[in-house]
């Protein structure tokens, strides 16, 4: 349960203004479909956080050290300081709307996510947890929770939460696991 809920909370707040909400909130505008655009981030997050805690998980059993263990622990740290960072989403970037909100939004979601900070925060958690079932299912619980209503509200949600401050819980989330998994590592819970 803690990696589902942790993995939910992570993912929720690193997504608020990053370039995937803003495509969100693209597709919204250009397709003005719902359900499809919803139906397509769930099936592309699904898909790729899927994949990149498998990664994670599979990468842990593997290299299951205390140096590997260091190494997600700083990820984590590293995770905060580039939440930090605003994103932006350039509309020249965007899909053109050739195939339909699901598929458009299908593969315009699943190609932005790669590499993308809450990727990188899958694999990390799946590394953390080895539980890719709960670490997919709370990483796209995530997802969903902050994409479904940038969909509905677009761009009055953005004028009307701080980006600023919710960069800041998510990066001291990101901050407070780092130094958890560091303390664990290390052995400062008994």
Do not use: C
């Amino acid at each position: 349960m803690e990696a589902l809920l942790t993995s939910t909370a992570v993912v929720a707040l690193a997504e608020i203004g990053d370039k995937t909400q803003l495509l969100a909130i693209l597709l919204a505008t250009r397709f003005n479909r719902p359900l499809p655009i919803i139906l397509g981030i769930l099936v592309a997050t699904l898909a790729n956080h899927a994949l990149a805690a498998l990664l994670g998980a599979s990468a842990a059993s593997f290299l299951d050290s205390a140096i590997f263990r260091y190494a997600v622990g700083l990820s984590f740290i590293a995770m905060a300081a580039w939440t930090l960072v605003p994103d932006k989403f350039d509309d020249e970037d965007s899909p053109k709307p050739r195939f339909g909100a699901f598929l458009t939004t299908l593969v315009a979601f699943f190609l932005v996510e790669m590499g993308d900070k809450t990727q990188i925060a899958t694999i990390a958690l799946g590394a953390q947890y080895h539980d890719v079932v709960a670490v997919t299912a709370g990483t796209t619980l995530g997802m969903m929770i902050a994409n479904v209503p940038a969909i509905f509200l677009g761009h009055e949600l953005l004028k009307r939460v701080d980006l600023a401050k919710v960069r800041m819980i998510a990066a001291g989330l990101f901050l407070a696991i780092g130094l958890w998994v560091l303390a664990q590592t290390a052995g400062w819970f008994g």
